[in-house]
């Protein structure tokens, strides 16, 4: 490894996407795990949700996975939901999680975001 | 965001990935996202479909999802397709919708695509 | 396409991630195109297992993908387990295929490796 590939996964910036509700246990696990190996929160690590998968940052809704987003926006990561899909579904932007950001495609953050030099993972 | 990332970001490449039918709606929907988020079709803009998802591209098939194929296409976006799976799935070039083009192996499309600087998307 | 990006496309670096069981096979096939398709196995090709996807490297396991796996490794493919989910499956290192290899987190390696320039497949 070169100093310079040392400096690039230094400032390790992730992406995460997901668009299935099924996939977040394995998604919080991922970046538990990516934290937990970098022995620090990554400064930029973001996770997008777009279609069905917003669902999961309504606050009424009784999953304990919302504790997961909850320590783990503390520690810095970002998590983000698809505007079009909050519309496509109804959901109001007062019905999120309190530090759930909005974007107006996902896909355009996740294209941005690479764009970036972010590297993405989808579980 | 510095005015290099900028730059970046306006000429936004991206290559989308699909290996399973039923993930054709969400797919041409996140294309149409993505279109509609930028204002005007991003210079580069690919769907890459090898394995079982080549089959929507037959044009004998009774799907509503061609016409979006079909818009799409005259908007500007590349759909491809694996000469790998057509040759294993028995469909042969004249059962194409016009405009679909065909590369030797669909994995090596999107690595190269993202070495050219590509994101990449899988819904 | 430039000098530059016919260089890049020359040493093409590929990582593939699998995370479910039932999608070895076409991995599997996809790491094979990609081969073929370039004629010569790409100096740099890595499969990373983490979830459930690491069972599959058990040398006890009974199923033809091994076999596969064997000769891929013979060519050059490195295949990698995630330790966090070796763990949490229970499954020791000297249960594995000899020639695997394993990481500390799954997801630490794809982010990592897509910094060095790393294409990501995931199928």
Not at 25 to 31: D, E, F, K, P, Q
Not at 72 to 100: H, M, T, W, Y
Request: with cysteine; aromatic share 6%; glycine share 6%.
């Amino acid at each position: 490894m070169t100093f310079y590939e040392r400096v690039v996964i230094m400032i390790l910036k992730v992406i995460f996407h997901i668009d299935e509700m099924p996939k977040w246990g394995l998604l919080l696990a991922n970046v538990r795990n990516l934290i937990e190996a970098k022995g620090e929160p990554p400064a930029e690590l973001e996770v997008v949700a777009n279609s069905e998968a917003v669902r999961l940052y309504e606050k009424e809704r009784a999953d304990s996975l919302l504790t997961s987003i909850g320590e783990l926006s503390d520690q810095g990561v970002r998590f983000v939901a698809c505007n079009n899909a909050l519309k496509a579904l109804g959901i109001k932007r007062e019905q999120l999680l309190p530090g759930v950001s909005i974007v107006p495609a996902g896909v355009l953050e996740l294209a941005e975001k690479q764009a970036e030099g972010y590297a993405y993972i989808k579980p």
